[in-house]
């Protein structure tokens, strides 16, 4: 008796990695292909729409599983070829924007068409996203009906990633990001959004106490008198109380210095006061030659002060850079609190579902800054996400407890 082992062709169910594959590359050269024809982004929905594409979403894939997973093609998309494929196509669009510079703005025209310079809101991320989600859901609906106890670790973390991933995509239209520039002299309760727009209903008004910031030690620079081009940034040197170094074959010292000091003459002194800025009594030595003064950056209401080295070269103090800041600020709600609080670059307060961080100051006054600019996050989904999140978290738990269980019995 002859048997006869008659090869699968292409596109013949039950369909494998190839048929997987080449749907996931088709679907990403179409979504390029869409977005260059139309040259238009994916526009993120906001609610209720989210919310009811999400539920028509879970009813479909409900739906599909209840009375078609017997089709073939259904059983393929819960199959691992297909969860192969795509997590391949949505993991190679998140590693291209580690390659391709995500901004439109400095873009040629063809990434701009095609949705590579701008990919989380291109038809080719709509695309493969939708596809991991199809695939995903299947697959966890599997697992999930009929019941079984063996699949609760499968469908914690299956089910958790799944609601991680639609909750972040659906939700990114309602996040809400407000700038606010506030002073101490009134409560400010109106903000601006990123598309430009005055926002006044946002429940809170928020006032300017004080403004506080440490910098780090000033560096010492040597310019050119001309062209003003700093001539050693390769061997940069700070400017503390006592510190030595060599800069472009000069031997400097800090004799003295002052963090916040004033210059009267030709002599700074330590005061206190609005736009007293830092100032270093230094020695420069190189050859023969010996020379000794004040340097200071200055501030917005007091020059600054350089020691001419001769030549072309003078030895100055830049700004010193900002190593934190801090705002302390009274808020009011519109459930008439009122407290004090603190923010600062990656401490947020949260207020009534705001997220509040500190975010910028007015560069010119520095450590004087009368104003604070500060950022409102405001994300109603971000609960779901943590949900997703925390069942991600409780499936690798429980499927660890229950691998060492079976390993003791």
């Known amino acids: 008796m002859t048997t006869i082992n008659k090869k699968r062709q292409f596109w ?5 990695y190839r048929e997987g594959f080449l749907i996931a590359i088709a679907l990403v050269i179409a979504g390029f292909a869409i977005g260059y024809v139309i040259d238009k982004e994916v526009k ?5 729409e989210n919310l009811v594409t999400g539920g028509v979403i879970i009813l479909l894939l409900l739906i599909t599983h209840l009375f078609f997973r017997k089709h073939e093609f259904v059983k393929w998309i819960a199959s691992v070829p297909a969860a192969i494929s795509a997590i391949s196509a949505y993991a190679f669009l998140v590693l291209l924007m580690g390659f391709i510079r995500q901004n439109p703005e400095e873009s040629s025209e063809f990434l701009n068409r095609t949705g590579l310079s701008h990919l989380t809101s291109s038809q080719a991320f709509l695309f493969a996203q939708m596809y991991f989600l199809v695939t ?13 106890t063996k699949n609760i670790g499968f469908m914690l973390n299956h089910l958790g990633l799944w609601i991680t991933i639609a909750a972040a995509s659906l939700g ?15 409560p400010v309760f109106v903000g601006t959004d990123q598309q430009g727009n005055m926002l006044d209903d946002m429940g809170l008004a928020i006032q300017l106490i004080d403004f506080k910031m440490e910098s780090y030690p000033p560096k010492a620079f040597i310019v050119d008198r001309e062209s003003g081009d700093i001539l050693n940034l390769k061997n940069v040197f700070s400017l503390e109380m006592g510190a030595r170094g060599n800069i472009l074959g000069w031997e400097v010292e800090v004799v003295d210095f002052i963090e916040f000091g004033v210059g009267v003459g030709d002599k700074f002194h330590k005061v206190y006061d609005v736009g007293a800025a830092p100032a270093a009594y230094v020695t420069a030595k190189k050859d023969d030659k010996k020379l000794e003064g004040w340097i200071s950056c200055g501030s917005f209401r007091f020059p600054g002060n350089f020691l001419d080295l001769g030549g072309n070269e003078l030895l100055v103090m830049d700004r010193p850079a900002p190593k934190s800041f801090v705002s302390e600020v009274k808020i009011y709600t519109e459930d008439e609190e009122v407290f004090e609080t603190e923010i600062a670059v990656n401490s947020p307060v949260t207020v009534n579902g705001w997220k509040i961080y500190q975010y910028d100051y007015n560069h010119d006054m520095g450590d004087w800054s009368d104003i604070s600019v500060i950022e409102l996050i405001k994300d109603p989904w971000l609960p779901v996400v943590y949900t997703g999140i925390f069942m991600l978290m409780a499936g690798a738990f429980y499927m660890f407890w229950t691998g060492n269980r079976k390993k003791t019995e």
């Open 44 to 48: 993120a929905i906001t609610f209720p």
């Open 136 to 148: 995903l859901g299947m697959v966890t609906l599997k697992r999930i009906i009929p019941f079984k």
């Open 172 to 186: 990114a239209g309602d996040i809400q990001r407000v700038s606010m520039e506030i002073n101490d002299r009134e």
């Open 12 to 16: 013949q169910y039950p369909w494998s």
